[in-house]
């Protein structure tokens, strides 16, 4: 059974870090490309960040750009986001994916979705 279980989130202040963290289980890991997305509520879903198994190339959002890391760990199964020097926009519920083979990051492409952790930056 496919299960994609975030971590990491919480509260930080701004200009704070966190890490959050995507356990996967049920799938090919390495064979899915990784994506962040996040979402608030009334907004539409955003990409934050993917990260291909074929080649790690990765995309960010330039809201996140130079601020957040994506990476993975193909013996856990489990992929990362490093959130740096976060911001009150960014606070939100923050969603893992996967999708099947090297796709473009799109949310319409993903074929996992995982539950979300939220993330709150206020001081």
């Known amino acids: 059974q496919v299960q994609l279980v975030e971590s990491g989130g919480g509260l930080v202040q701004p200009g704070g870090s966190l890490r959050l963290s995507c356990a996967t289980s049920?799938?090919?890991?390495?064979?899915?490309?990784i994506g962040w997305f996040r979402q608030a509520p009334g907004k539409e879903r955003e990409v934050v960040s993917c990260l291909s198994y074929l080649d790690q190339s990765t995309y960010y959002a330039d809201s996140v750009k130079g601020r957040f890391t994506i990476s993975r760990d193909d013996a856990k199964n489990t992929a990362y986001l490093q959130m740096n020097s976060l911001k009150p926009e960014d606070a939100t519920v923050y969603y893992c994916?996967?999708?099947?083979?090297?796709?473009?990051?799109?949310?319409?492409?993903?074929?996992?979705w995982g539950k979300g952790t939220l993330v709150t930056v206020s001081s």
């Open positions: 049920g799938f090919l890991f390495d064979h899915y490309t």
């Open positions: 994916t996967a999708a099947k083979g090297p796709t473009l990051c799109s949310d319409d492409v993903m074929d996992y």
